[in-house]
């Protein structure tokens, strides 16, 4: 994979992705559904060494269901969702797809989770496996 580059819609956050994502998910829980202000939330697990950013961000600290900590990083000028760090995943950052500046060549979601909370119409997508919680 090329590097790959991102940001919030204002432009004041810019990042490049230096690897490719361990992993690909789409989050259907309440929070992430709130945070993006959308159904779900695509997330593509990247080694925070292979994450650089310029620009700062802001930062909510949010809990879960597991209590642990999680912050979620957004632009504190157009409030873009950037990436969210997770306690019990040290060393990744979530990065969220929506703020990739190119879609192509996206790894496709290869895991739901929080489905019990996706809404009913909304049809599983293709090939990937499904949590009704977090595994």
């Known amino acids: 994979m090329p590097d790959r580059k991102g940001g919030c819609l204002c432009g004041a956050v810019r ?3 230096n690897g490719e994502p361990q992993a690909t998910a789409i ?3 309440t929070h992430c559904q ?14 925070e ?19 642990e900590p999680s912050w979620r990083h957004f632009c504190g000028r157009c409030g873009s969702p950037v990436l969210t ?7 990744l950052v979530l990065v969220k797809a929506g ?13 739901e989770i929080y489905t019990d909370r996706a809404v009913k119409w909304l049809e599983p997508f293709a ?6 919680l977090s595994p």
């Open 127 to 132: 090939g990937a496996t499904r949590f009704a």
């Open 34 to 47: 709130k945070q993006s202000g959308s159904l779900f939330s695509f997330n593509l697990f990247v080694r």
């Open 15 to 17: 990042y490049v992705l």
């Open 85 to 91: 760090k997770v306690s019990s995943l040290p060393g």
């Open 27 to 29: 989050c259907h829980c």
């Open 49 to 67: 060494s292979d994450y650089e950013q310029q620009g700062e961000t802001r930062a909510y600290e949010d809990r879960g269901d597991s209590g």
């Open 99 to 111: 703020t990739l500046d190119s879609m192509e060549g996206l790894p496709a979601p290869q895991t």
